[in-house]
């Protein structure tokens, strides 16, 4: 039968819980239950092999599949990536603005084809799928086939927005106000909370389309995704833009801005925030509204990010504001979620933070998942949810081994090389259906 009422994959597991828990079982397995007049999967129990396979003994239509030799985790969320930035990865980023425009902005400019477009995304999906990401905010370019073209290619739960730019932009890659607004009116019509109204960053978008777009927003229950202050010459230039508009003469903040047009809510997602004064930490808490931590984008530009600077994940967590992982792919250089779990490790261990890799592993799964409202179907193994899972090769591991320590080996111990790291995951499962990898 192609399609057992029952899938039990035998394997180690390591599943994430909270911030400071995660559980791991060796020698067990994972049950998934066919859900009816459908070919996807749920998981149904997960537990020690012996006991998983004595509750199922009984049943009709099982199939066991013999994973022993590997380590499971949940698929990955990753809360703020450009699916259409995945060539300029690795292009010098002398600074945030510079690459911009030398290379981000040309590069998206070649997504207006929409033949290209499409097979950039077919491609783009392989590599997520390869890289173990299963969900996440996505930015697409500015033109509005590449939300369709993600969003009809990618496996996954994602969340997906073309950017806005109406001010401050090239030529080719500027829009009108009204074309802007008919876009997001449209596409959130269409997708729901699948979409994101992406004001790209407040420098490139006037007040007249922020504020109507989030007005969009509050009705059709979209969600709203943007950048905040990731350096400090950006925040200079937005205000020095902002300033000049009619009722933004005396803002004096970047948030502020943000909140002037009201698109801060919790359904609002905004990337980096490393540069936030007092008054903004408490207009995000207050309005609830969460930030994507990406590590390796904010990194020094030795490590391939765009030096933009260190994230202070305790000032955020003391000023009760949600925030979880995401690679920023392209000011990230690679896409994979263990790569960002490692540099947000070791960046807080130089400066003498100590932080559990089960963190690290929390923040790119489960927390991405409640911030995308995704938490009851997936971010961990947890019975009920889909069945979206990935396996590496388990390293080896002896009886006093736990979820932390089998973590620091996959993380920092064992990696030779961070580019091994889009290599460490070996099977990507989507709803029971299984992807493999060499
Ligand atoms: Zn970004």
């Not at 999967?41 to 030799?69: D, M, P």
């Amino acid at each position: 039968m192609q399609h057992p009422c029952y899938k039990i994959l035998l394997c180690d597991i390591l599943n994430p819980l909270s911030d400071t828990k995660s559980e791991l079982v060796k020698g067990g397995a994972i049950a998934l239950r066919r859900v009816k007049n459908n070919h996807f999967y749920k998981i149904e129990s997960i537990g020690h092999a012996e006991k998983i396979l004595q509750l199922y003994k009984l049943k009709r239509s099982v199939t066991i599949y013999n994973f022993q030799k590997y380590l499971a985790m949940p698929s990955f969320l990753d809360l703020h990536f450009h699916w259409v930035q995945d060539d300029v990865t690795l292009m010098p980023k002398d600074s945030l603005l510079s690459w911009l425009s030398k290379y981000t902005w040309p590069n998206e400019a070649k997504f207006k084809k929409k033949t290209y477009s499409k097979q950039k995304a077919k491609q783009f999906c392989n590599k997520l799928l390869q890289m173990g990401t299963l969900g996440g905010g996505c930015f697409a370019s500015i033109h509005e086939h590449t939300v369709d073209h993600a969003l009809e290619q990618f496996h996954g739960d994602f969340v997906v927005g073309n950017v806005l730019m109406t001010i401050n932009s090239p030529d080719y890659l500027t829009q009108s106000s009204q074309n802007a607004v008919e876009i997001v009116r449209s596409k959130s019509k269409k997708y729901g909370k699948k979409y994101a109204i992406t004001p790209r960053f407040a420098p490139t978008v006037d007040p007249h389309t922020m504020k109507e777009t989030a007005k969009i927003a509050a009705k059709s229950g979209c969600f709203i995704q943007s950048h905040l202050c990731e350096t400090q010459e950006e925040i200079e230039y937005v205000l020095s833009i902002y300033n000049k508009f009619k009722g933004f003469e005396s803002i004096n903040s970047y948030t502020e801005i943000y909140n002037a047009c009201g698109l801060l809510g919790p359904k609002t997602i905004m990337a980096h925030g490393i540069y936030l004064n007092s008054s903004e930490l408490k207009t995000l808490k207050k309005t609830n509204t969460a930030i994507a931590h990406c590590p390796t984008s904010n990194a020094p530009t030795k490590d391939l990010g765009l030096g933009s600077g260190l994230f202070d994940f305790k000032k955020i967590e003391k000023a009760g504001i949600c925030w979880g992982l995401g690679s920023d792919i392209g000011g990230g250089p690679y896409l994979s979620m263990f790569d960002v779990m490692r540099s947000f490790v070791l960046q807080n261990k130089k400066i003498g933070t100590k932080v559990s890799c089960s963190k690290a592993l929390y923040r790119a799964t489960l927390k991405n998942a409640q911030i995308l409202g995704l938490d009851k179907t997936c971010g961990n193994l947890s019975p009920n949810k889909h069945a979206n899972i990935i396996m590496i090769e388990s390293p080896h591991t002896s009886s006093s081994d736990t979820a932390e320590s089998v973590l620091e080996r996959v993380l920092l111990k064992n990696i030779k090389s961070r580019h091994n790291f889009s290599k460490l995951v070996k099977k990507t499962i989507y709803r029971g259906k299984c992807w493999e990898f060499d």
